[in-house]
């Protein structure tokens, strides 16, 4: 698949998701809906956020103004919308991955947790799968954590930065020791 097709298709995507997000809505805006973009103009995520403003405007009539809020690959800008006084006209986009890392690394330097924020939809997925062989002693993610405290560990392997971070959450949650 070329390039443009794979962009094509990722805004086809957004566009639709835009679309029943919107449809969804119960909430009507009392003014301008401020989409706060937690990367610089340009990148792939600016891009995503104004293609979403535009479909947004599109379906509704509402007045949707895309903004750049950069800065620690979008810390900066869930932090600010964290301390803000609520206003329902500040949505934020951002990307999940630096504020899992920083959850995971540095919690109590983090102004916010997962619950600060109401969680309204995702537009694209770098999905990530725990998996186990067929014949394991267990078939959920609970499961898995059970059998690992009953005996003393299970052994995972990791392909990337992503995967570790999932399992120092899962043990940190569970209160079971990193290894």
Do not use: C, H
């Not at 725990?130 to 405290?149: G, Q």
């Amino acid at each position: 698949m070329k390039i443009g097709t794979k962009f094509t298709a990722a805004i086809v995507g957004s566009m639709m998701l835009a679309s029943s997000l919107v449809q969804a809505a119960d909430w009507q805006p009392d003014g301008d809906i401020r989409l706060q973009i937690g990367f610089g103009a340009g990148g792939s995520t600016d891009v995503m956020g104004r293609v979403l403003a535009k479909t947004i405007e599109e379906e509704t009539g509402w007045n949707v103004i895309a903004e750049n809020k950069t800065g620690g690959g979008g810390m900066a800008m869930f932090t600010m919308i964290s301390k803000m006084p609520k206003n329902n006209n500040i949505v934020g986009l951002g990307v999940n991955m630096p504020v899992m890392i920083n959850l995971v690394k540095r919690p109590d330097d983090v102004a916010f947790n997962l619950d600060s924020f109401d969680y309204l939809g995702t537009m694209a997925r770098a999905q990530l799968a725990l998996i186990s062989r067929a014949d394991a002693p267990f078939n959920t993610l609970a499961e898995m954590v059970a059998y690992s405290k009953a005996n003393d560990g299970v052994a995972v392997g990791f392909g990337a930065a992503p995967q570790k971070l999932l399992m120092e959450v899962v043990n940190k949650q569970d209160g079971m020791d990193e290894q």
